[in-house]
Structures are given as C-alpha cells and as structure tokens.
C-alpha cells in the first residue's frame, strides 16, 4: 500500500498530559493512531520522548517527538509502498537506530504504527480485529474491571494499585459488563453508605483511604454480594499491586499505609494467604520487576493455583519474555502496546507467550486516550482478557463500547471466555 501522508500533533491524554497523535494516509484513506502512557513503569520499557521544558506542561510536551515524525519520518516514508504492518514498523524501527526507541520517541513510532494498521484496515474495508490477526473464530474477554484504585494511581492510603472484578460467568460479553457495572454502582453506594470518599483514580475506580489494603478486597466482596452476584462462581477477583514500586533496598515496603518492610519470602506468603481466603483468579506483579529468584519461587509455590502475570519484569518485550520462559518465570504475559513501541512487536509478542504456553492480558495505561485499539486487539489475539479501567471515564469506557459493537458484528461467530481463559494454561 502506497503511504501519501503522514503528520502528527500534540493532544492530550486522560490526565491532561501531551501525547501524540499521528494520521496516515494509505491508497486515499486516512486514520488516526494514538499512544498512551504509564504512571507506573518497567524499567525496561521503550522510551517515550518528552521535551523536557519547565515552562511547557511542565516538561512534559511532545513537540520534539511530534517534529521527528512530520519531518524525518515524513520525509523517510512519504510516497513509498509498504507490504504490510512489519514492513512499515521495521522501516520507523531503522530509522530511529535505538534499542529502546529514544531517538524518535516509542510514544510517536507507536501512534505511527497504531495510524497505519488502522488506514490499512480502513484500505481493505476490514475491521481493525481482522487487519491485526485473521482467525476462523473469535473470543470475546472477560473485562476486568479495576474498582478500586491505589498506589501510584491515586493519593490515599492503599498501597496495592489495582482491585478488579472479573465477571466471567456470563453468556457474552455485553453480559459480563452489565454485570460488573452493577458491583461498580453497588461498590459506590456501599462506600458512601460507610462514610467513605466516592471519588475516582487514574483508572476510574474509586479511590478511599481504607483501614488496610484487605479492607479493599473485603468491601469489593461485599458489593460483588449486594448486586446479587456469588463471588468466585460468578464474579472473581483480579489484583495488581504494583509490587515493583514497592521494592525499597532489598524488602517490600507499604509506603502508603503501615511502613512495614517484608522480605521476598513474606511477600510470597502474604499472597498464599490471600489466595486461601479470597477468588483471587490473576495477580499481576506479585513480585517487583528485578526479583527474578523470587518470582521463580513465586510461580513454583502458586503457578498452579492462580494467573500470575508479569508486567514490569516482561514489558511487552520478546527477548525478556523468552528469558522468564527459560527460567520458569510467571505463566502469563501483560501486554501494552506502548511498552514495545510498534504494534508489529506486539504482536510478536503475543505470538511468542502462547506459543509456550503462557496466558495474555491485554492493558490499557493510566494516562490513556479515546483510542481503542487494545480492544480490537483482545479480539484479535484471542486473548479472552483484557483490563481497561472502571466501569466510568470516557476513555475507559470507549473500549468497552468498542469490544460491543464488536460482539455485535461478529454475532455467532465470536464465543465468550468465561473462567477458562484463566485457567486453562496453567
């Protein structure tokens, strides 16, 4: 396909922060990509490239990440031909001639790849699903649902970053949501009925100072029950503590709330606890992203009893994930578009972990967008889960409605996950 334009700008994301926009133009259609960003992240991840100027959003601007594609990538791409997505995505790769994508920016080389599989899709007059992956078959997720917000993505006094709900036993995916959006409403009555604050986090989940980190998982129990729902047969639980910003000298601290300081071992029987009391089916980063040895007795103890997803330890990157294959680390990958930079890599990515047996959890980020590809690639990959926030916020939300209209188009020929998904790797 005949690439005609490209060209970037400077919008903002969720938290009112820049991020950059790209449109390209492929055999007379244009469309749009978008890169989010995290709050919390891998050490390894591709690099985003931020101006850096105090007087401008305070450092944060992407003027020089948006001049490097209207200029040098422009001048580069404009009036070639390009095979396909990997050609596309292996030409901004050269250019930018980094490891990490410091140079031109991960957040403008993604929203550049994210543009063109979307105009190539829009080229074809195929969804974006069937642009990313062509199947037989598809699966639509289990959505799950952060309700509670902590750690880096709030400011109370929860140390743990992330509390979903998993709403699997349902007979499709418009199901599973109305399902979760009736714990949500219940959640917030319940919050406000015990004098706690009702406002949200990054994420949209609601974001109170609570007792302890296990008054959140007790008060999620106890909505999932007032909105009808038995927990762990109908609607399980998802958690993400963030461990990695956690990890201060060695030990776990719980620099929100009691400063108490733990060792890998004790943080690894914490969560054997939790396991015993609680449907925790998914936790993610369970351990911090360079505690290798404990993530290795961490998958051997509790590899067969619950998801356990790496994050900041893989970061979407198939050379790290081949290692923690190798050494028996964790048994599903998080994946994030922008973690990688290019939707091509993602995508290897994917390929990779379930090639070997490994589960993908697609994600969103906290500062994110009105793009919606994560949803198309869910769908794509076959993945049967996804995390996009709470059961509010417009660009949570957006991916939800994407992932129904989905299921609408393809009607019979899409299947709902349900509780296997979790499950049947492991």
Not at 7 to 26: C, F, Q, Y
Not at 100 to 116: D, E, P, Q, V, Y
Not at 189 to 198: Q, R
Not at 358 to 378: K, M, P, Q, W
Request: aromatic share 8%; proline share 3%; glycine share 10%.
């Amino acid at each position: 396909m005949k690439l005609t334009k490209i060209h970037a700008r400077e919008i903002l994301d969720s938290r009112g922060n820049p991020t950059v926009e790209v449109e390209v133009t492929l055999n007379g259609t244009t469309a749009r990509g978008i890169s989010p960003s995290g709050a919390s992240t891998g050490e390894k991840e591709a690099v985003e490239l931020r101006d850096g100027d105090p007087e401008r959003y305070n450092g944060k601007g992407v003027e020089k990440a948006v001049k490097g594609i209207n200029v040098e990538v422009g001048k580069s791409v404009t009036g070639l031909s390009f095979e396909g997505q990997q050609a596309f995505d292996d030409h901004i790769i050269g250019l930018d001639g980094t490891e990490n994508k410091s140079r031109l920016g991960a957040n403008a080389m993604l929203a550049a790849s994210i543009a063109f599989a979307r105009a190539s899709a829009v080229a074809k007059g195929i969804p974006l699903y069937r642009q990313l992956v062509e199947r037989e078959g598809y699966v639509m997720p289990v959505p799950c649902m952060n309700v509670i917000n902590g750690g880096r993505h709030s400011d109370n006094n929860i140390d743990f970053q992330e509390f979903m709900i998993a709403p699997h036993n349902a007979p499709s995916f418009k199901e599973s949501i109305r399902m979760g959006e009736a714990v949500f409403h219940s959640l917030r009555s319940l919050l406000k009925a015990k004098g706690y604050y009702t406002g949200v986090g990054d994420e949209g989940g609601f974001a109170p100072n609570l007792s302890s980190n296990e008054e959140a998982v007790q008060i999620i129990m106890e909505a999932i029950h007032i909105a009808g729902f038995a927990p762990g047969k109908d609607i399980s639980l998802c958690l993400d503590p963030a461990t990695s910003e956690m990890w201060n000298n060695g030990k776990y601290e719980f620099y929100k709330s009691s400063k108490e300081r733990i060792t890998t071992d004790e943080m690894i029987g914490f969560w054997e606890g939790w396991l015993k009391e609680y449907p925790i089916i998914l936790l993610e980063d369970g351990l911090g992203e360079n505690d290798w040895e404990g993530w290795k007795k961490l998958t051997s103890l509790l590899g067969d009893k619950v998801e356990l997803v790496g994050d900041d330890i893989f970061c979407t990157n198939p050379s790290i994930i081949q290692q923690g294959i190798d050494q028996g680390i964790a048994n599903s990958v998080l994946i994030k578009l922008n973690q990688i930079g290019t939707v091509s890599e993602t995508l290897k990515a994917v390929e990779l972990a379930q090639k070997n047996g490994y589960n993908c959890f697609i994600s969103h980020r906290s500062g994110e967008t009105e793009d919606t590809t994560i949803a198309d690639l869910v769908v794509a990959t076959g993945a049967g889960h996804i995390k996009t926030g709470s059961g509010c916020r417009s660009e949570r939300v957006s991916k939800f409605n994407q992932l129904l209209r989905i299921e609408e188009e393809l009607g019979d020929r899409a299947s709902f996950a349900g509780i296997n998904t979790f499950y049947k790797k492991l």
